[in-house]
């Protein structure tokens, strides 16, 4: 198993902004793969308030398990070819759109509540958006 993390890590450019991007998009796939087999996963991120229950449902499920497929898909991407302008940009929106979809269903809709659930999503957006907008100017060329 390590050889093969280290043949796949191989390819990346140096840095640990890289690295972690590679991690992020593999453990988001796991993710996916998650929501399209189970709700309790999304039921977890989406709680709804303290006074209703989950509004998830399996077509939603899936619908999130696809849009973090998609997000996986461009910061996999942007691991490999950070040193890319537009690939940089997209991976980053990709942090900033979650971290906006992620407060605002939380603090206008209701439909998540702090937790175990949020907190994942809500740190890793806002860490590695401010890591990659901090790191432009040593990846971007």
């Keep these: 198993m390590s050889s093969s993390l280290d043949q796949l890590t191989s390819y990346l450019p140096p840095g640990w902004l890289p690295k972690w991007l590679l991690f992020i998009s593999v453990v988001s796939i796991g993710n996916s793969i998650q929501a399209y087999l189970s709700l309790a996963g999304t039921r977890e991120v989406y709680a709804g308030s303290a006074s209703s ?3 998830v449902t399996p077509l939603s499920a899936r619908t999130f398990g696809t849009w973090t497929a998609l997000s996986s898909i461009i910061r996999l991407y942007a ?4 040193h890319e302008p537009v690939v940089y940009q997209l991976a980053l929106w990709t942090y900033g759109l979650a971290f906006a979809h992620f407060a605002s269903e939380w603090l206008v809709f209701g ?8 907190a994942g999503p809500v740190m890793v957006s806002t860490v590695t958006g401010s890591w990659m907008l901090a790191q432009w100017s040593s990846y971007v060329m």
């Design 53 to 55: 229950s989950s509004p």
């Design 79 to 82: 691991a490999y070819h950070i």
């Design 111 to 118: 439909t998540a509540r702090w937790g175990r659930g949020l």
